[in-house]
Every structure is written in structure tokens, then in C-alpha cells.
């Protein structure tokens, strides 16, 4: 055990936090949460006949019942914003989609944290041939 007297200060409690700090940094610095990793997304939107898939990365934070979402493609082209609010896991958002003279769209889903400690998020548009959007994290 580390015990030194420097300047007649105990040097024990800055060490033993200094090496906790290094092997546990979330526990000092906030934990790990959702908020904090990077998501998946996929977005599916009806066209004429098709439907255009869209898939990326995104950036997620969850915070006393809002959600707001950064999606990016593949190049990381910041393709929508999603912002809204959770409340015993329904969702009720707007989809602002960036690089377009589209509307804002009205989505509602779900978001379900499975078992295994993966969370998912549904949206769906709620007319007929809309936009849906999946988000996921493990």
C-alpha cells in the first residue's frame, strides 16, 4: 500500500482515485449511456412504385423524455434531424429531413429495450405510402 507523506500531506486518497479513475473512467465521468454511443438507423421512404432506402449513422440523445436524433449517411452527410418526445415508450417526433425541400414529417413509434441490452427505436409515418425510420444501438 502506497502510504507517503510529501509536505506532511497523505498522498494515499489522490492515488487510489487516480487508479480507480483509470480502470473505472465512467463512474467518475457519468456512465456509458445510450446517449453516448454511436446508433445505427435505416430509413425507408415510399416512392412511386419503390421505396428509397437510406442507412447510416447517428447521433442519439435521450434526456427527460425528448429524444433528438442526427442521422448521416454513409459519406456522413447529415441526412435528418428527429426530435420529439418519449413517454412509457411511445414516441411522438418530427423528422426534418436535411438536402430537400421536403415538409417536416409527423412520426409516432415505439422505443423497446430488449433483454440482451439492445435498444430499438420504430417510427412510422402515419399516412398511407410514408416515411419509416429504424434505429438501433447494442
Same mark, same amino acid.
Given at each position: 500500500?502506497?502510504?507517503?507523506?510529501?509536505?506532511? $500531506?497523505?498522498? %494515499?486518497?489522490?492515488?487510489?482515485? &487516480?487508479?480507480?479513475?483509470?480502470?473505472?473512467?465512467?463512474?467518475?465521468? !457519468?456512465?456509458?449511456?445510450?446517449? *453516448?454511443?454511436?446508433?445505427?438507423?435505416?430509413?425507408?421512404?415510399?416512392?412511386? =412504385? *419503390?421505396?428509397?432506402? &437510406?442507412?447510416?449513422? @447517428?447521433? $442519439? $440523445?435521450? =434526456? *427527460?423524455? =425528448?429524444?433528438? @436524433?442526427? &442521422?448521416?449517411?454513409?459519406?456522413?452527410?447529415?441526412?435528418?434531424? %428527429?426530435?420529439?418526445? %418519449?413517454?412509457? !415508450?411511445?414516441?411522438?417526433?418530427?423528422?426534418?429531413?436535411?438536402? /430537400?425541400?421536403?415538409?417536416?414529417?409527423? &412520426?409516432?413509434?415505439?422505443? /423497446?429495450?430488449?433483454?440482451?441490452?439492445?435498444?430499438? %427505436?420504430?417510427?412510422?409515418?402515419?399516412? @398511407?405510402?410514408?416515411?419509416?425510420?429504424?434505429?438501433?444501438?447494442?
Amino acid at each position: 500500500m502506497l502510504k507517503s507523506k510529501k509536505n506532511g $500531506v497523505l498522498w %494515499i486518497v489522490p492515488i487510489t482515485f &487516480l487508479c480507480l479513475f483509470l480502470v473505472y473512467p465512467n463512474a467518475f465521468c !457519468g456512465s456509458s449511456s445510450e446517449s *453516448n454511443k454511436r446508433w445505427q438507423w435505416f430509413s425507408a421512404l415510399s416512392l412511386q =412504385n *419503390n421505396w428509397r432506402i &437510406l442507412q447510416g449513422s @447517428a447521433d $442519439v $440523445v435521450l =434526456n *427527460n423524455g =425528448n429524444i433528438k @436524433a442526427e &442521422l448521416y449517411d454513409a459519406t456522413s452527410f447529415h441526412r435528418m434531424t %428527429i426530435t420529439g418526445s %418519449i413517454k412509457k !415508450g411511445r414516441i411522438e417526433a418530427t423528422a426534418i429531413r436535411h438536402g /430537400t425541400d421536403d415538409e417536416p414529417r409527423k &412520426l409516432t413509434g415505439m422505443m /423497446t429495450r430488449h433483454e440482451w441490452g439492445r435498444s430499438s %427505436i420504430l417510427l412510422l409515418e402515419n399516412y @398511407a405510402g410514408g416515411l419509416v425510420i429504424g434505429i438501433t444501438i447494442d
